[in-house]
């Protein structure tokens, strides 16, 4: 059973970077689906990026494309979340799941029944 380790998180001033890394142990991502997804106080939990089973990756949201980088090592044990010119909205908590099969595509409510999270690690980004 894969567990899920997130790091990278911290405060930043506007316009900074930071990696988020989501490690797992117990297995490698083979044949996982990794998600990051954040929470912002007082806010529904939103999905962030993706990286498949096959490889592919997604950027959700048209705020995020240009900013956000979704990729993996090729051990399949870390995915990273490179996030640059990080704006005061980017503040939230940034979690990422994984589960097996390909799922990017499957939606908000699929999301929510994704059977392993991370513990979640706090972006704060100051203007």
């Known amino acids: 059973e894969v567990q899920l380790q997130a790091s990278g998180g911290g405060l930043v001033q506007a316009g900074g970077s930071l990696r988020l890394s989501c490690a797992a142990s117990?297995?490698?991502?083979?044949?996982?689906?990794i998600g990051w997804f954040r929470q912002a106080p007082g806010k529904e939990r939103e999905e962030v990026a993706c990286?498949?089973?096959?490889?592919?990756?997604?950027i959700y949201q048209d705020s995020m494309k240009g900013r956000f980088t979704i990729s993996s090592d090729n051990a399949k044990t870390t995915v990273y979340l490179q996030m640059n010119s990080l704006k005061p909205e980017d503040t939230a908590v940034y979690y990422c799941?994984?589960?097996?099969?390909?799922?990017?595509?499957?939606?908000?409510?699929?999301?929510?029944?994704?059977?392993?999270w991370g513990q979640g690690t706090q972006v704060t980004v100051s203007s």
């Open positions: 799941a994984a589960d097996l099969g390909s799922w990017c595509y499957n939606g908000r409510a699929y999301f929510r029944m994704l059977s392993t």
């Open positions: 117990g297995s490698t991502f083979d044949d996982f689906s």
């Open positions: 990286i498949s089973s096959r490889g592919d990756t997604i």
